[in-house]
């Protein structure tokens, strides 16, 4: 595990979700402050709190944006080279890992209240989470 992976794992064990986790480890390389990161990134967690898109995912989106994005409407090459990279990344992942998606992940809805307590019972959050926050930070790296 990188650096920056550890980094992300302690920030999420500290109270951060995955997506602020993920995006606070890397966004300095990219004029980005950890705050504003951890501020842009703060409802992502658990799927945007519904159980979609993980929030490691989300947030490695969001640095691939940083690094690869537009900010001209008129600059279509980047816009295919920051969604080229979004594919490789969110195919990486999934391979890695079977799924994108937090519910199935996890293996629990957290947007149903019942399956978040048991997902929280079970100490999921600690041992699923920790795994997809290091793995979207090294898949981030390799891709530099």
Do not use: H, W
């Amino acid at each position: 595990m990188s650096q920056a992976s550890e980094q992300a794992v302690e920030d999420f064990k500290n109270g951060f979700n995955c997506a602020q986790a993920v995006l606070g480890a890397l966004c300095e390389r990219y004029d980005l402050e950890k705050e504003q990161a951890f501020r842009i990134t703060s409802g992502l967690g658990g799927g945007m709190r519904c159980g979609e898109a993980c929030g490691a995912v989300v947030g490695g989106v969001l640095l691939l944006g940083l690094r690869y994005g537009f900010s001209d409407a008129g600059e279509g090459n980047k816009k295919e080279v920051c969604y080229q990279k979004t594919v490789e990344f969110t195919e990486n992942f999934k391979r890695k890992n079977g799924s994108i998606v937090c519910r199935e992940l996890l293996g629990f809805d957290v947007a149903v209240p019942d399956e978040y307590a048991q997902a929280k019972e079970l100490g999921l959050f600690q041992k699923i989470c920790p795994v997809m926050i290091a793995e979207a930070v090294d898949i981030l790296e390799k891709m530099g």
